[in-house]
């Protein structure tokens, strides 16, 4: 079976510039979740989507878009980059079902560096 | 203060002790307790997940949630070199959908 797929595994822009990573989750699997981690803050929830609609969002700027597809593939979107932005961003797959709390399985992440 | 606190570490064993990782949290809402593996440059594995409080036992790990506490812990039985890595633990509520909240990570080194 396979597990979640992250595009691109690495990326550099500049500041200013936007970008957009991609994630298809474990076949089956109808929440993506994503996450920013970097040394100092470690692993930070961004938004979860299930069944194409947004169903959590954590605390962070409203550069930080995404959305996902009815066959579950998910974007995220950075706007105007900053250095800050720098970081490992995390996709998380999730349930078959519309159950929450199920187990989450990540992909290897894509690193994005601003500069 | 962080939702959930975890001692950073580095800690350092030689190989077939027994590890013992911690994590402390503030919201008494956490139903859902997971720990997680991380080896460098490779996203976080799942390698224990146990809904309110008790003990659950996989192979050589064992997981243990004390809510009364909030207190949760991984233990390691007869560690090697491969378990070297960073264990995470996440949270999540009860109604949360699947948002988690992660301590910071203990870096871990078993040594021969």
Not at chain 1, 65 to 85: A, I, K, P, W, Y
Not at chain 2, 22 to 49: D, H, I, V
Not at chain 2, 72 to 98: H, K, V, W
Request: charged share 20%.
């Amino acid at each position: 079976k396979a597990g979640v797929t992250q595009t691109p595994r690495y990326l550099i822009k500049t500041r200013g510039q936007q970008v957009t990573l991609s994630c298809s989750p474990i076949s089956g699997h109808r929440s993506v979740s994503w996450y920013q981690q970097t040394p100092g803050q470690g692993l930070q929830f961004l938004f979860e989507y299930f069944s194409e609609t947004q169903r959590n969002k954590g605390n962070f700027p409203g550069r930080f878009s995404g959305r996902q597809f009815s066959n579950s593939r998910s974007e995220m979107n950075v706007s105007t980059l900053e250095l800050g932005d720098s970081a490992l961003y995390l996709c998380a797959s999730s349930g078959a079902a519309a159950i929450p709390n199920t187990e989450a399985f990540f992909g290897q992440g894509t690193r994005l560096t601003v500069v | 203060q962080k939702e959930v606190e975890q001692d950073p570490g580095p800690l350092s064993v030689p190989e077939g002790a027994i590890v013992s990782l911690n994590c402390t949290y503030s919201n008494s809402a956490f139903q859902y307790f997971m720990w997680y593996r991380q080896y460098s440059r490779k996203g976080p594995e799942l390698l224990m997940y146990t809904y309110s409080s008790g003990n659950k036992e996989d192979g050589r790990f064992t997981a243990q949630v004390d809510k009364s506490s909030k207190y949760i812990s991984l233990f390691i039985r007869d560690s090697q070199p491969s378990d070297s890595a960073t264990y995470l633990c996440a949270m999540s509520e009860a109604g949360g959908g699947n948002k988690l909240t992660f301590g910071t990570g203990t870096q871990l080194k078993v040594e021969l």
